[in-house]
């Protein structure tokens, strides 16, 4: 079931458009990085270490060399010598290994290359590359690295496993509010490590061209004008001399903006070979080394009132970000937005700290479809919410609704630093209340909870934090956020379009060409979309963290304006009438009070060509480069239907509903889809998704049969429905959506289950809810009545 | 080692390692890139294509020697004098895609699927198309897609 909120009658924006990118994707035609081959390409092998913390002593490569078709093998140590050993993460507080150099700091980390003429050959070499290690005690509990026993990494002048301290908001005056609070909650919440695990695993390849001195470099790459500034910053090649292209990515999710060590090794197996490499990483690799997300351990306190007004929220974090401090987040915001922690809620005061450790696992602490820290974030008020409702004895509805920021109080100055640019939250949560029909569930719930039967409902009435950003608050490696638009009108009145974003499946091709149709009466069938290549493509910061449409939407409706102004000169000079008597009106230029006088863009396209103005340049294009005044704050409240088998701790998602408000909605088929998907992503955190690891530091979850990620038959079915609040400040009023449901589901379904078992007297699981857990946690409560 | 095969009706014949997967001899030996792998544990089902007409099997767990004398379809094979196949037109109007590196492979499952239950409920699809993962879409759009392609009128023969 779905219900959309009807957008009056729009040229283009609000239409359910097929995908114009689909007819390649059905017919096996799409083009992804590895299906990309060079002549004379040579294949790039990793060797990994099987030990989580040791020592090298050795790295012996002649047997690797002597093996057939193997063409060289790289170290850690030939990266040093080529000033290529270390590389600065994104936010800067750290640098991070290329290959393991005297020591290695997790299991399976990159020790070595080996170079050869197919696939096969170099996993052969690599098998025969022969390092010897003396293991180390492993730290794999952030708590354990605190006490800083064993410190991981000597390499750093601070002989401390602590990487940061971030705190927001007034610790003394929350402190005092909770105190004298007359009811308080205090939980501590984990968000579990997980990774995003898109289906296509990254990859590139490298190829320096010795005569030109151009290198270019395929890459799964969501943001590949970063990463092209990001490898000339490192090797010293300027610039202008290096090419990346982000082909069809096969889904990202966060896991394709960092740089791998692949992609630096294979570039330096280029230019020494002088021929292209290619490196594809295996789902082990892609799962043991790339990107992680989350590993947040937060302690969240909440203090209200008996009648059940909340006073103050203190959340106190520990991250465990692995080896490296390489989460890819803005350099002002080492734990990303996690500010949003108050949610939709009007807290009088509030204080969030962060501190994050080094541990003997892979680094990352990546945006997994999530605009950094967000998911984390809004886990921890709903879980907190739902925990305080049930001290107060109040149903977790009414505990939110008289708890909500009002209508009224937009923009609303949260306590920790942001400006929520607009919401009704109460009229969402309605809205969901009425399509699930609320109160005849929890009837049913009280009947059935007589009967010892186990249902559950949970809720989630969160707020995200999308569109980074405006440039004054957010930078990767220096460079503001913005993003930017580029548009050519062809004489016929089709035209080009190109960003600085990449998707990865969000369906830009139709969406970006539907903006740029609304603004300027053209046909969005006949609008070319091109995205990833930073030859062509305007310098933009990429996809991820919900900011295309915040940030690169902005960007193609003014770069589409730009257009209509010069448009209107040449509709003068057309209509002979003066510039101030045009308007735009009906997707149409036309003399005011002068019926029936009227030009099309496509006409007006043609005559940029062919009779411009007589004082205007020829042609008809423009780009817009848009640095956003203010995030967006898209919000939902989403309801989660369980039923709990007390005898084997099995979870039926019965019904979810989501209810979305991103402002306006461009294109409500693929809205959905994302709906649909990121639900499917929060079910997978909520039951099923944890990267664990054992207490000696190995990794537990290296394949697709120990990573549990959902089926079509474990997915719920999935039921939306939507209102809208524009975003005042946006220049379509659109907020973003591909991250709502990710950071809003995980906690409706687990709040569902821990209202299912609140009669045992559990009050909190931690994700993921597998079977086992339920089933022990059910145990323990029946053995203890 | 000599292999012969059919794939999407012509006949290839080429000299080959007996420790290539089927993958990645219709991949790179005959450059059809369509077939994407996606895992090493046979787990993703991006890698599917039909053996014999009606099998679907992750060509990934296959050496191509296997496929010796047999015929294999794969998505490339699907669309037909123009005109595409009622699963893949069913994809794209039921938006039952996002990023596409599933979608040959749930297409070729699909094709066995509907070859054995024509009318297949929704419990069916689900479990017949569970040894395909897709990260993108939460797999309801290809339910969808599934039961239009059921119920359109001619299912083209693959």
Redesign the interface.
């Known amino acids: 079931m779905t219900t959309t909120e009807k957008l009056p009658d729009r040229h283009s924006i609000g239409q359910s458009m ?2 114009k ?12 990085l ?2 990309i ?1 060079l002549p004379h390409m040579l294949y790039l092998a990793l060797v990994h270490s099987p030990y989580p913390h040791a020592r090298i002593t050795k790295i012996d490569k002649t047997a690797a060399l002597a093996s057939p078709g193997v063409k060289a093998v790289i170290t850690g140590e030939d990266l040093v010598a080529a000033k290529l050993g270390w590389l600065p993460t994104f936010h800067g507080f750290d640098n991070q290994m290329v290959l393991a150099i005297g020591k290695a700091l997790y299991q399976f980390q990159e020790v070595a290359g080996v170079v050869a003429t197919s ?2 050959a170099a996993a052969d070499g690599a098998e025969l590359v022969d390092v010897t290690y003396e293991p180390l005690p492993p730290v794999i509990d952030p708590y354990q690295s605190k006490l800083d026993k064993i410190i991981l990494r000597d390499d750093r002048e601070a002989k401390t496993n602590h990487i940061y301290h971030w705190e927001v908001g007034e610790r003394e005056k929350t402190d005092a509010a909770i105190a004298k609070s007359d009811v308080t909650i205090k939980e501590r919440i984990l968000s579990p490590r997980c990774h ?6 990254c990859g590139c390849i490298s190829d320096m061209n010795g005569a030109t001195g151009r290198l270019t470099i395929y890459m799964t790459s969501q943001a590949p004008h970063v990463h092209r500034t990001a490898f000339s910053l490192v090797t010293g090649i300027p610039e202008d001399k290096i090419h990346v292209i982000s082909p ?6 966060g896991n394709k903006v960092p740089v791998y060590p692949g992609y630096v090794v294979a570039t330096v197996a280029s230019v020494i070979l002088g021929v292209p490499v290619k490196w594809v990483e ?3 690799e892609n799962l043991t080394t790339t990107g992680f997300a989350r590993d947040y351990h937060m302690d969240v306190e909440i203090g209200a009132t008996k009648a059940g007004k909340v006073t103050a929220l203190k959340v106190s974090t520990t991250a465990d970000h692995g080896a490296f401090d390489a989460a890819a987040d803005p350099r002002k915001y080492p734990a990303g937005m996690f500010g949003i922690v108050t949610g939709s809620y009007d807290f009088p005061t509030a204080f969030a700290e962060v501190d994050a450790y080094f541990t003997n696992k892979a680094p990352g602490g990546i945006a997994y479809r999530c605009s950094f820290r967000v998911t984390e974030a809004a886990f921890a008020i709903e879980r907190g919410m739902d925990i305080l409702a049930r001290k107060l004895g109040l149903d977790p509805v009414q505990l939110r609704m008289q708890n909500f920021i009002k209508k009224e109080q937009f923009p609303y100055p949260s306590p920790l630093g942001f400006t929520y640019d607009s919401g009704d939250y109460e009229k969402t949560t309605k809205k969901a209340l009425d399509l699930i029909g609320y109160d005849a569930l929890r009837k049913e719930q009280a009947e059935k909870r007589k009967r010892g039967e186990l249902m559950g409902i949970g809720v989630s009435t969160f707020t995200e934090i999308v569109g980074a950003g405006p440039g004054k608050h957010f930078d990767i490696l220096g460079i503001k956020m913005f993003d930017s638009a580029e548009i050519r009108i062809h004489p016929t009145g089709s035209g080009i379009v190109r960003t600085g974003t990449r998707g ?4 830009h091709e139709t969406t970006w060409a539907q903006i740029v149709a609304e603004e300027l009466g053209l046909d969005p069938q006949e609008l070319l979309v091109e995205e990833g290549d930073t030859d062509t493509a305007p310098y933009g910061l990429g996809t991820y963290a919900s900011r295309s449409t915040p940030v690169a939407g902005g960007a193609l409706a003014l770069a589409s304006r730009k257009i209509r102004e010069k448009a209107r000169k040449i509709a003068a000079h057309m209509m002979e009438a003066s510039e101030d008597d045009v308007e735009w009106k009906d997707y149409k230029f036309s003399v005011k009070g002068v019926p029936g006088k009227s030009v099309t863009m496509k006409e007006v396209a043609f005559a940029a060509y062919t009779n411009p103005a007589p004082d205007t340049e020829p042609g008809l294009e423009a780009t817009y480069y848009y640095d956003p005044p203010n995030l967006t704050f898209p919000n939902g409240t989403y309801i989660a239907v369980v039923d709990v088998d007390a005898d084997t701790g099995a979870v039926k998602v019965r019904r979810f509903l989501a209810v979305d408000d991103c402002g306006v909605v461009i294109n409500p ?2 809205v ?3 709906i ?6 929060g079910f997978a955190m909520a039951f099923m998704q944890e990267i664990k690891f054992d207490e000696g530091g190995n990794h537990l979850n290296t ?3 120990d990573y549990l ?1 959902p ?3 474990e ?1 719920p ?2 039921e939306t429905g939507n209102t809208v609040t524009p975003s005042p400040h946006h220049p379509i009023g659109a907020k973003g959506v591909g991250e709502s449901p990710n950071a809003g589901s995980p906690q409706a379904f687990v709040n569902a289950v821990m209202d299912a078992l609140s009669p045992m007297g559990i009050t909190h699981l931690d994700m993921p809810l597998t079977r086992d857990k339920v089933w022990s946690a059910i145990q323990g409560a029946q053995k203890k009545t | 080692m000599k292999v012969s095969v059919t794939v999407n009706g012509t006949a290839y014949e080429r000299d080959i390692e007996p420790r290539m997967l089927l993958a990645y001899f219709l991949r790179e030996s005959l450059g059809l890139t369509g077939t994407h792998v996606g895992c090493d544990t046979s787990s993703c089902g991006c890698c599917v294509v039909v053996l014999d007409g009606d099998r679907a099997v992750k060509s990934c767990t296959m050496f191509a020697v296997q496929a010796d004398g047999h015929t294999i379809d794969t998505v490339e094979g699907l669309e037909q004098g123009g005109k595409l196949h009622p699963l893949q037109q069913a994809f794209w109007d039921q938006h039952g895609l996002q990023c596409g590196y599933c979608t040959p492979g749930m297409l070729m499952t699909c094709i066995a699927l509907l070859k054995h239950n024509p009318k297949p409920s929704e419990l069916e699809i689900r479990e017949g198309i569970s040894g395909n993962l897709c990260r993108c879409t939460g797999y309801q759009n290809i339910v969808k897609a599934v039961q239009q392609a059921a119920n359109a009128e001619e299912l083209v023969p693959s």
Not at chain 1, 248 to 253: A, P, R, V, Y
Not at chain 1, 504 to 507: M, N, P, R, T, V
Request: net charge negative.
């Open positions: 097929k995908r990118e689909d007819p390649r994707f059905i017919r096996g035609k799409g083009r992804y590895d299906d081959v696939r096969e995003p695990a898109p289906l296509e695993p069809d990515i096969g889904g990202g999710f295996s789902r082990t990865q499946g969000q369906g088929m693929i959905e889809g994302q649909h998907g990121g639900l499917t992503e394949n697709f049969t990620v089926t079509a038959l997915t079915h999935w």
